[in-house]
């Protein structure tokens, strides 16, 4: 069974940095292309970033490029997303999903991110 | 990248069928046939129901279909229950090599 367990959310202030972590099991995650996926609260999905299998291709959001990196350890089965100069708009619960053909497959049960001062 | 327009809210009695409409671009939902969409129950993760415009994951009832005609996508479901209350997210993979959800519709059983 796929799982997917995000970590690594908390309050932070505005202008500060944040790595969260995205612990994978039940598949072959160096083999899988992977996705980070937020979530205001109570608001709409927003797609952020996108990465391939070793970890050398990635895709981002006109909103976090330049911000946010997103990389991964297979050797580990972590995902990770870095994410710097945070402002309130970054607030949102924070999902990792495996990526199937153009789709999100899999999701884990999210991070919440809160950026306040 | 700009939200797909959904409704915000669709409702239906048991039994009844509605749909959920999903309006892009010719750069997103008119240019490929990757669109998906994702049940998302209250305080839950997303869930995939439905991917590349009309297939449905293993596991996923056939009362909800999916179609499309030039750059609106569309979500039916058939036979509406109880436990179909939700929101709903349409999503695309986009010409920029990036993906765009929709803006969610919450689909209310009467």
């Known amino acids: 069974e796929v799982q997917l367990v995000e970590s690594g959310g908390i309050l932070v202030q505005p202008g500060g940095s944040l790595r969260l972590s995205c612990a994978a099991s039940g598949f072959t995650f160096s083999n899988s292309w992977m996705h980070w996926v937020r979530q205001p609260p109570g608001q709409g999905l927003l797609w952020v970033s996108r990465i391939n299998s070793d970890g050398t291709t990635t895709n981002y959001a006109d909103s976090v490029k330049g911000r946010f990196t997103v990389s991964r350890d297979n050797a580990k089965n972590t995902l990770y997303l870095q994410m710097n100069s945070l402002t309130e708009d970054d607030t949102a619960i924070y999902y990792c999903?495996?990526?199937?053909?153009?789709?999100?497959?899999?999701w884990g049960p999210g991070t919440l991110v809160t950026v306040s001062s | 990248q700009s939200a797909l327009t959904q409704p915000a809210s669709v409702s239906g009695s048991p039994g009844q069928s509605i749909t959920i409409s999903c309006t892009g671009t010719s750069s997103d939902v008119g240019g490929y046939n990757y669109v998906s969409w994702y049940q998302q129950h209250p305080g839950k993760a997303p869930k995939l129901i439905i991917h590349?415009?009309?297939q449905r994951p293993s596991g996923i009832s056939n009362r909800f279909s999916g179609s499309k005609s030039g750059n609106t996508a569309s979500l039916t479901i058939s036979g509406l229950q109880a436990e179909d209350e939700a929101d709903y997210y349409c999503s695309s993979y986009t010409s920029s090599i990036t993906y765009v959800f929709g803006t969610g519709t919450k689909v209310t059983v009467l």
């Open positions: 590349d415009v009309t």
């Open positions: 999903a495996t990526a199937g053909y153009y789709r999100l497959d899999n």
